[in-house]
């Protein structure tokens, strides 16, 4: 049986004794059998591991039995008690009934005694498991739109008798609400008609339903807004444990994500309004802190100051990185103007930036005589995806691929409008290797200053102009002395040397031969 059991006691060998039997009975198999042998001890246990089940003695040194209980009630209010102790203590029983005590065993403890008393708890506890965990399934539709009104009201002033007589008993025994939303739902619903909506909420309800059933979570109720509710009955450390196995489970089984929000832990049905509250406000920094994860306090969490004075600097950094190809300048301004560090964290903020980005990336391109939207064929209202997004993360994904593939596309448009520069260059030298050329009139005809062509020269060819033009001069040359009727003195000057010697020097720099030599190499 899925019950956990804890024995408190300081006596070793009464401990040793009492574990066994417990451990041993034939009418409960507990799940697992747990000693401590101080008060201290067992509260440390009951933090680490849920209990159902205390035996404790009452006579301890330091913390009495009965103040360890105390403890272990304010821990964990459905925990089952059991005071052992002599006859001499008899006297502590009506206190033990007013700590809410599950019974009294006298030492030494009789077989039958506590066998009957284990089995009356095992069955105690599983009545209250069942009546928790088919809460959902008596709750008529009525009763949940009641809950709900409830739920969704401002600040109630005070709670309907019948929402009270809904909700005591899930509060008696310690409860929360969580609230639990469909990661991306817009877009997933999009394209759906009604009917595969319906059935699509159908199955993703089903689905929670199950679970909590099944893991003894709690009560589920379908919001209006595709959200759900669920009344958590088990203690606060073990609900999260489960909400977070949901989230899990979920991803598993859909291959697409849950985000839960929890409020606090309250055994007051009234105050399940402000635990309902606190759930919403958890689940509406997802915007901030991501999905596919459980967020137990918005509290913690505070906006940032508003903008800072520097973003306009680090906007136009990110838009000169975008225009270099240098993708990873670009990430880092994403990240620090939407990552964590980030002093967004409104949506209109963001947004409010994203369109001042897109306007002035749209402006400096239009000076390149480029257009944003032809050069990554968006329609005209692509950017309105953003505004579907749910998550900041959600939105530097996006942005950091649509930027990298802009950045890509004009590095690749520059380089092929360069690399037609080059070929216009060499046609022109080429046409004119009978004339002194030089980088200052090439430059001039194409329209650009000497530097700025040399260095892109360089960049493009990986020579210097001067080298590229002496290389073409010298492959013409060998061309023309290819031809036996050619005067070298002829060649020399057909390619723009005017002096022999220059060009015998020049030539056997290349070739490693005179001119003359050459044509004897080749047998011309």
């Not at 105390?70 to 002599?86: D, H, L, T, Y």
């Not at 609230?179 to 394209?191: P, Q």
């Not at 999260?240 to 007051?268: D, N």
């Amino acid at each position: 049986m899925d019950i956990n059991i804890l024995l408190v006691d300081d006596e070793a060998v009464d401990l040793e004794w009492l574990r066994r039997r417990v451990a041993g009975n034939e009418h409960v198999d507990f799940q697992s059998v747990r000693t401590a042998s101080s008060g201290f001890e067992a509260l440390k246990i009951m933090e680490q591991q849920s209990i159902d089940v205390v035996l404790s003695d009452i006579r301890m040194p330091i913390m009495s039995g009965m103040e360890f209980v105390r403890k272990a009630k304010e821990a964990n209010p459905q925990v089952q008690v059991v005071f052992i102790s002599g006859h001499q203590d008899f006297g502590f029983a009506k206190e033990a009934i007013q700590l809410g005590a599950s019974g009294y065993l006298l030492k030494p403890v009789d077989d039958r005694e506590l066998n009957d008393m284990l089995v009356e708890l095992a069955g105690k506890i599983e009545r209250e498991r069942q009546q928790r965990a088919s809460l959902s399934e008596t709750l008529s539709l009525v009763n949940q739109e009641l809950l709900l009104r409830w739920f969704h009201e401002g600040t109630p002033e005070q709670i309907d008798s019948h929402v009270r007589g809904l909700l005591t008993p899930v509060a008696s025994g310690g409860s929360a609400v969580a609230l639990v939303e469909v990661d991306d739902l817009t877009w997933k619903l999009e394209g759906m008609d009604e009917g595969e909506r319906h059935a699509f909420i159908g199955k993703v309800a089903d689905y929670i339903r199950g679970f909590a059933r099944d893991n003894r979570l709690g009560t589920v109720i379908a919001g209006h807004d595709h959200r759900f509710v669920v009344l958590t009955t088990p203690p606060e450390d073990e609900a999260k444990a489960l909400l977070e196995r949901l989230i899990q489970s979920f991803y598993q089984s859909f291959a697409f994500s849950i985000t839960v929000g929890t409020g606090k832990h309250t055994t007051q049905a009234d105050e399940l309004h402000h635990s309902y509250r606190q759930a919403k406000a958890a689940l509406s920094i997802k915007w901030i802190v991501g999905k596919n994860r459980l967020i137990q306090d918005a509290s913690v969490w505070s906006p940032k100051a508003k903008m800072a004075a520097d973003v306009e600097e680090v906007v136009n950094r990110m838009l000169q990185a975008m225009l270099e190809y240098d993708l990873v300048t670009v990430d880092d301004c994403l990240l620090e103007l939407f990552g964590g560090d980030s002093p967004l964290s409104q949506k209109n903020e963001i947004y409010d930036l994203i369109i001042r980005i897109n306007s002035k990336l749209h402006a400096e391109l239009q000076q390149m005589n480029e257009h944003l939207y032809d050069i990554l064929k968006w329609e005209s209202h692509q950017p309105l995806i953003l505004f579907q997004f749910e998550t900041v993360h959600d939105i530097i994904s996006w942005l950091r691929r649509r930027f990298f593939e802009l950045s890509e596309l004009l590095y690749l448009k520059r380089q092929k409008q360069k690399r037609g520069l080059i070929h216009k260059i060499t046609d022109y030298v080429k046409e004119r290797l009978d004339q002194k050329i030089t980088l200052n009139e090439v430059a001039a005809h194409f329209g650009f200053t000497p530097n700025y062509l040399g260095h892109l020269f360089k960049a493009e060819t990986n020579r210097l102009f001067s080298d590229f033009l002496n290389e073409l001069r010298m492959k013409r040359v060998c061309e023309l002395l290819q031809d036996p009727t050619k005067k070298i003195y002829e060649i020399a000057d057909q390619v723009g040397y005017k002096n022999i010697i220059y060009f015998n020097r020049q030539f056997k720099q290349y070739a490693g031969v005179t001119p003359g030599e050459y044509r004897k190499k080749h047998k011309v």
